[in-house]
């Protein structure tokens, strides 16, 4: 996972210093020695990330902070405050000025690059549902509005703790007025979360009666849970299981002893990052549902995944889409008649929403043939995806009426990195599904570079 990292540190040496990690890693990067010029780069720039050193003259890295998380250009942007000041209470102070990570020099490497991986996989999701947001914005509907900031009520759970810490997590968190439910062991965490009434889940390393690791992995595998912010308890000796944790899609961890104040900033931190998706998400059910909605399949329409896919493009992100159209519709139509036509529509458009991540548009875009687009999504992960939708549609047999109807489709896929125009990247698509349907159909093909060659720039 590559992205860009706005750099901010006043000591020439540490800039260089993480420079040369970060690119080792292939992430592109940006310096900035002081406050003011770390708001201006953050602004025309549009880093992924801020890496942001403390103890910097004249704006400190706190004064930053709040500043990036005032702006709306800038809100969205993860901050991780790097610097050599040990305090707890300056923890807390980082985090309650907005950021979403606290890392102490000298830079644990293993451990900033995981922290850096989770909160890129968050942003990358949040940053989905924005575009998607924006072009809900510019078709004229409603914006969301900023998430509560009143947490009294929400419901944590915490899994396999030792009695003592279970006590002073419950005694944490109900300063803020928060309901904490205890799990023994990880079965009964496991089953305590299916009900989805848990805001949060708090993960003991170790786990008693259970592998903590295990159950952020089935969490994350299950579309209820996936979304649900994972926090680790741990010590510097299970230092190796929580960079594993990232991995698997832990949100955030908090060292032992547990820290009053620093658990409640990080929870507060996440519950606020996760009602945010959530009012996104519900406020696009709200616009969007009449206004962009095919009426036969129930997918968006052909106008809105034209403006989504433009809006995405404008941001320079990579975009991956992917052209699909069903073989042989038209003598299905006529030997079965129109009503099995639409059932074979509907079913097909069923198994490309079931196989799709959420945040993916899958649209009707006319008569048989339907576009997806996929944020971030590069060429390997496209195809992937392509030939996963294939089978779902080949490998069963539609359901119309009282017949069973062999069903296949042939797709087009087609990438843009950085600024591409969406006709451009349609067509593209669209001379690899052609191609696909010449090479026999029921066949998954990537554009190649004749066919961004052939299409209109």
Known sequence: MTARVLVVDDVPANLRLLEAKLRAEYFEVALAASGPEALALSSAWSPDIVLLDVMMPGMDGYEVCRRLKAQDQTSHIPVVMVTALTEQSER??????????????????????????????????LDAWRVRAETARELGFEQPG???????????????????????????????????????DEPAAWDMLQDQLHDLALLSLPLAGGDALRLASRLRAHAESRDLPLVLLAGEEQRQSVLRAFDLGASDHVMRPVDAPELRARVRNQLRRRRYQDLLRESLDRSLELAVTDSLTGLRNRRYVRRHLESLLRTGATAAVLLIDVDRFKPLNDRHGHAAGDAALQ??????????????VVARYGGEEFLVVMAGAGEEEAQAVA?????????????????????????????ARGQAAADGLIAAADAALYRAKERGRNRAELATAEDWGAAPE
């Not at 950021?99 to 995981?114: R, Y």
């Not at 017949?403 to 896929?413: A, E, K």
């Open 347 to 360: 079913e097909v458009a069923g198994r490309l929403r079931e196989h799709l991540r959420a945040v993916d």
């Open 92 to 125: 807390v102070r980082g985090l309650e000025a907005g950021a979403d990570d606290f890392i102490s020099k000298p830079v644990d490497t293993a451990l900033l690059f995981a922290r850096l991986r989770a909160l890129l996989r968050v942003k990358q999701v």
């Open 146 to 184: 900023a998430p509560a900031e009143e947490f009294m009520g929400s419901r944590l759970l915490l899994a396999g703790a030792e009695p003592s810490e279970a006590a002073a997590v419950a005694a944490a968190v109900a300063a803020d007025g928060m309901i904490l439910d205890l799990a023994p």
């Open 387 to 415: 030939e996963r939708l294939r089978l779902a549609i080949a490998d069963v047999p539609v359901p119309a009426g009282n017949l069973l109807l062999p069903v296949t489709v042939s797709i087009g896929t087609a990438v």
